[in-house]
């Protein structure tokens, strides 16, 4: 159910730092709960599993790694966050490395011109 409400606010804004930084940890405890349960149950892990293991462990990266890029793209001040995020990519292998086609936040980003923000504010017509 989170997964489906995080991936909702990635559509509508996907310029929210705490966002990308949720969906990474959701990821990143899906992973934990599903080692602990095989744990648990004490038999030899799947294929199935390993693939499934692999897939939560990427997008946690993959999530956080766009969480960090943001948070440092938009200057955000919220440092406990930023701490948990290289905590836990630590703990994931590190950032995930850009592929081809992947653009950089930093060429995405552009800032609202003034004409932009009068046209905004001024009150319509009708």
């Known amino acids: 159910m989170a997964v489906d409400v995080l991936e909702g606010l ?3 804004d996907d310029e929210v730092v705490q966002v990308w930084y949720l969906s990474g940890w959701v990821c990143y405890l899906q992973l934990e709960k ?8 004490g038999r030899e892990v799947t294929q199935e599993e390993t693939e499934e293991w692999k897939a ?21 001040d919220d440092q406990p966050i930023l701490e948990h995020v290289e905590q836990l990519l630590g703990e994931l292998g590190g950032e995930m490395e850009a592929e081809e086609g992947d653009h950089d936040l930093e060429e995405d980003y552009e800032p609202c011109s003034d004409e932009e923000e009068v046209e905004a504010e001024a009150p319509m017509d009708f």
């Open 10 to 12: 990635l559509e509508e």
């Open 34 to 41: 599903a080692k602990e349960q095989q744990d648990r149950e």
């Open 56 to 76: 939560l462990k990427e997008a946690a990266r993959s999530y956080l790694t766009k969480a960090k890029k943001l948070y440092n793209k938009l200057q955000c």
